[in-house]
Nanobody, 125 residues
Framework: QVQLVESGGGLVQPGGSLRLSCATSGFLLDTYDIGWFRQAPGKEPEGVSCASSSDGSTYYADSVKGRFTISRDNAKNTVYLQMNSLKPEDTARYHC??????????????????WGRGTQVTVSS
């Protein structure tokens, strides 16, 4: 059974940092592209980042480039999202997702087939 469980969210002040983790099970992480998307109340899901399984390429939404970093530890079946210089507009529920159809340059959530319940990130003073 495919499972993805996120953790690490919370309340942080603007300019602060958080590191999200995603524990995966039920599939071989090293054979799949994996990513993150977020969803704020009343808004459509927005792709954030994706990491390729084949060549190590990473992709980011323009809104987070230079601030967020995705990484994966296949041995631990875990994916991370390091978020720095957080802004109030980053407030959303963040979901880890298996990109069954592969990472796309626009990090579209349509590439995903499984995702976790998410972890809430709130950026506020």
């Amino acid at each position: 059974q495919v499972q993805l469980v996120e953790s690490g969210g919370g309340l942080v002040q603007p300019g602060g940092s958080l590191r999200l983790s995603c524990a995966t099970s039920g599939f071989l992480l090293d054979t799949y592209d994996i990513g993150w998307f977020r969803q704020a109340p009343g808004k459509e899901p927005e792709g954030v980042s994706c990491a390729s399984s084949s060549d190590g390429s990473t992709y980011y939404a323009d809104s987070v480039k230079g601030r967020f970093t995705i990484s994966r530890d296949n041995a631990k079946n875990t994916v991370y999202l390091q978020m720095n210089s957080l802004k109030p507009e980053d407030t959303a529920r963040y979901h880890c997702a298996r990109a069954f159809y592969g990472c796309s340059a626009d990090v579209s959530p349509a590439q995903n087939d499984y995702w976790g319940r998410g972890t809430q990130v709130t950026v506020s003073s």
